[in-house]
């Protein structure tokens, strides 16, 4: 089965703009999407597809995408994003795979 | 608005049988593939099944593979996941989530259900 590679944890200071990577083979054929998740509360989507937002989430959420590696990019990060961060795409076979998360600190 | 409810949680011992159910409402049910994520207590997120909205087109992760069951009944707008032989390992949190229209992204998620599996 794929999978999916995330850092365990990242750090940024207040208003510096902060990458959140996810690697692995099924990039290369499908796009991620990228949920946050705050403790004790249930996922919410930031990004999916070719950089798209949800309605509700902030412009300073953005995503990209290269070869085998996608990143959530937070512009201006605010305190309140301080949360862990998952990625998230499918395989050939229809079944869907997680990255492990990323822990985002805000400085 | 959209939201989904999971029920049906609890405490269960090794090799005994559970099932989740998830109430939908606020949008088409039968239009939408459903999913079932679980998150273990201080881990990351795992995918476990998705049913196709017509609910014939079926995946389950590996890891339980033979062991659960996805199921939905559009009439009542609810999903279900019948979990057999459960394991220690089982131990989670259980989220539905929607997939969004005709991708493979889940926009919508429940507040989730835990399931605990301990003698």
């Known amino acids: 089965s794929s999978e999916l590679t995330q850092d365990p944890a990242v750090s940024v200071a207040l208003g510096q703009t902060v990458m959140i990577t996810c690697q692995g083979d099924?990039?290369?054929?499908?796009?991620a999407s990228w949920y946050q998740q705050k403790p004790g509360q249930a996922p919410v989507l930031v990004i999916y597809?070719?950089?798209k937002r949800p309605s509700g989430i902030p412009d300073r959420f953005s995503g990209s995408s290269s070869g085998d590696t996608a990143s959530l990019i937070i512009t201006a990060p605010q305190a309140e994003d301080e949360a862990d961060y998952y990625c998230n795409s499918r395989d050939s076979s229809g079944n869907r795979v997680f990255g492990g998360g990323t822990k985002l600190t805000v400085l | 608005e959209v939201q989904l409810v999971e029920s049906g949680g609890g405490l269960v011992q090794p090799g005994g049988s559970l099932r989740l159910s998830c109430a939908a409402s606020g949008f088409y049910f039968q239009m939408y593939s459903m999913n079932w994520v679980r998150q273990a207590p201080g881990k990351g997120l795992e995918w476990v099944s998705y049913?196709?909205?017509?609910?014939?087109?079926?995946y389950y992760a590996d890891s339980v593979r033979g062991r659960f069951t996805i199921s939905r009944d559009n009439a009542k707008n609810s999903l279900y996941l019948q979990m057999n032989s459960l394991r220690a390992e089982d131990t989670a949190i259980y989220y539905c989530?929607?997939?969004?229209?005709?991708?493979?992204?889940?926009?919508?998620w429940g507040q989730g259900a835990l399931v605990t599996v301990s003698s």
């Open positions: 049913i196709g909205s017509g609910g014939r087109v079926i």
């Open positions: 989530a929607r997939d969004i229209l005709d991708s493979y992204h889940f926009d919508y």
């Open positions: 597809g070719k950089n």
């Open positions: 099924s990039l290369r054929s499908y796009y």
